[in-house]
């Protein structure tokens, strides 16, 4: 096990996923701006309805996955609007233009009385609208409808209606269902690291909210989400699989490999290798993800009726997400500048490109790599190891810098984020959400 050791590779992944995740003041500003935007609607909303209204959070915001961007520091929160009428009630295209005049009415409000929760800008997309703010946060809002004539599951969390681009067919969802199933397969997980995390701050464990730790599915998704951006950094034809997708396959793999320990390498390794035999297919032939909590939901609709992005390698997304237990694209490396050592920084004491990783290498279950001719510029290193996927995340992970030489290179030889950078040199930071 490596998990103790602050050299090991877990020490580093933690650390790295650390790194994605936005600061405590970043969360409390944004739960302030979706908690305003709620009491508005509550308020004028369903005052106007005459339907209850609510606003709440769904997809990473609401599992404690939400990855900012490394370059930027921004990053974003998916909320859903649910307006309590019955499908049978009111066609998808109302409802649309309902939530639009309530978002419209609630910035314009905000704006005139110069609050300081006020957007700046909302943007209207095909199914759900955008909330921009100044400092380049954004939310955006999906609305909803609820299921009350009991078509769907209602054992957990809340199934729904959504709309759909074309306005035409309802479609089921259960994001709040999801969130409960993502959290209960690893409370046993959750309530170990309060324990630990209790006795470091020398507190009593209900004293500690559940979002001030982190289990190991949350890091190994936020990890995974972070991969897919700089593996799909260059992406025109939009098959970056949506962080739906690798959640819910993520967490499927979770829960059936039961990884044990707590050893976030292991955890990933074991999550990264099952993660392929959780895809499927409808008798159509189109890929089929669907929400543990409500079957009808399927996370990879976005690639039906798109036979030709599903031709391998360059098309499946799904099937790229399999070659990340491969060490997907391994990168070559330069140095910052020439004549300097590369460093890997995974902690005190670990000093250059060409120390064994991880240094415990007597330790059960550890593995060897080393990492090569990286002391000048004029050498390449590639990474030769059998556990390239966790190197290789340490260096996509890493916040890209330029020198000031006018021959700058990128460099991919594991720096830490205020030593060194990362990718090829003319690639373009991917979104970091």
């Not at 859903?80 to 009415?105: C, D, F, H, P």
């Not at 910035?107 to 997309?125: D, I, N």
């Not at 909803?144 to 209606?161: H, N, Y």
Request: proline share 7%.
């Amino acid at each position: 096990m490596t998990g103790n050791n602050p050299f090991g590779r877990s020490a580093l992944l933690q650390g790295l996923a650390e790194e994605l995740d936005p600061s405590y003041a970043q969360k409390q500003l944004a739960r302030e701006r979706y908690e305003d935007l709620g009491a508005w609607m509550r308020e004028h909303a369903a005052t106007t309805a005459g339907r209850d209204v609510q606003v709440y959070p769904q997809g990473s915001g609401n599992l404690g996955t939400t990855n900012r961007d490394p370059y930027t520091g921004e990053f974003d929160l998916d909320l859903v609007i649910r307006v309590a009428y019955a499908k049978s009630e009111l066609t998808q295209q109302q409802l649309n233009q309902m939530v639009n005049g309530w978002l419209g009415s609630y910035v314009w409000a905000r704006q005139q009385a110069g609050h300081r929760l006020a957007p700046t800008k909302l943007e209207k997309g095909k199914r759900a609208w955008t909330l921009h703010y100044a400092d380049g946060f954004h939310m955006d809002v999906l609305p909803v409808v609820p299921d009350l004539a009991d078509e769907l599951d209602a054992s957990v969390g809340d199934p729904s209606w959504l709309t759909d681009k074309a306005l035409i067919r309802w479609q089921a969802t259960n994001p709040r269902g999801f969130a409960a199933w993502f959290r209960a397969i690893s409370a046993a997980e959750l309530r170990d690291r309060k324990v630990e995390a209790a006795k470091r701050a020398e507190v009593q464990v209900d004293q500690l909210p559940d979002d001030r730790v982190k289990t190991s599915l949350q890091l190994t998704v936020q990890l995974l989400k972070r991969h897919r951006d700089y593996l799909f950094r260059d992406d025109p034809d939009r098959l970056a699989p949506p962080s739906a997708v690798i959640t819910a396959l993520a967490s499927q793999a979770y829960q059936t490999r039961k990884p044990t320990g707590g050893d976030l390498a292991d955890v990933v390794e074991a999550v990264v290798a099952d993660m392929p035999n959780h895809l499927h297919r409808t008798s159509t032939g189109n890929l089929w993800i669907p929400n543990p909590t409500c079957p009808m939901e399927n996370y990879a609709d976005r690639y039906d009726g798109r036979p030709d992005k599903e031709k391998a390698p360059q098309g499946l997304a799904a099937a790229r997400l399999g070659r990340l237990q491969q060490g997907a694209e391994r990168p070559r490396c330069r140095s910052r500048q020439r004549g300097d050592r590369q460093r890997l920084r995974a902690g005190p004491g670990v000093t250059d490109c060409q120390e064994a990783w991880p240094p415990d290498a007597a330790a059960p279950g550890a593995r060897r790599a080393r990492v090569d001719h990286c002391r000048s510029a004029d050498h390449r290193c590639q990474r030769r190891s059998p556990t390239a996927p966790v190197l290789w995340a340490a260096c996509l992970l890493t916040p890209r810098r330029r020198s000031a030489s006018r021959r700058s290179k990128d460099t991919c030889c594991a720096a830490t984020p205020t030593a060194g950078s990362c990718g090829d040199a003319n690639a373009s930071s991917g979104p970091g959400r």
